[in-house]
């Protein structure tokens, strides 16, 4: 069982910057791939970018060169740096885990969901 737990969103104004953390529980975090999914409201959820055990990493193109995840095993945390934020961006924002070598872009591919964390972005 795994645990995830985001942080870090808030209200941003357009071209700003924030940084999201979901820490993870559980001994094996460094076999699990990571992902970051958001949702807006009256959408869809929406696959924003994933790194995988051995750290690839795949995004978007809605955030590719303004998204930039990353993991710290030794803190069983994973991130999303997110640069140059648009209004269109916000969205509440889910970190997301599977134990798989693979990299995972599909929603319901994944097993352990975190509470998710708001993002706004507004002048």
């Known amino acids: 069982q795994v645990q995830l737990v985001e942080s870090g969103g808030g209200l941003v104004q357009p071209g700003g910057s924030l940084r999201l953390s979901c820490a993870a529980s559980?001994?094996?975090?460094?076999?699990?791939?990571m992902g970051w999914f958001r949702q807006a409201p009256g959408k869809e959820r929406e696959f924003v970018a994933y790194?995988?055990?051995?750290?690839?990493?795949y995004y978007a193109d809605s955030v590719k060169g303004r998204f930039t995840i990353s993991r710290d095993n030794a803190k069983n945390t994973v991130y999303l740096q997110m640069n140059s934020l648009r209004p269109e961006d916000t969205a509440v924002y889910y970190c997301?885990?599977?134990?798989?070598?693979?990299?995972?872009?599909?929603?319901?591919?994944?097993?352990?969901w975190g509470q998710g964390t708001q993002v706004t972005v507004s002048s």
């Open positions: 997301a885990a599977k134990w798989t070598l693979a990299g995972l872009t599909t929603a319901h591919d994944y097993d352990y």
């Open positions: 559980g001994r094996t975090f460094s076999s699990y791939s």
């Open positions: 790194i995988t055990s051995n750290r690839k990493v």
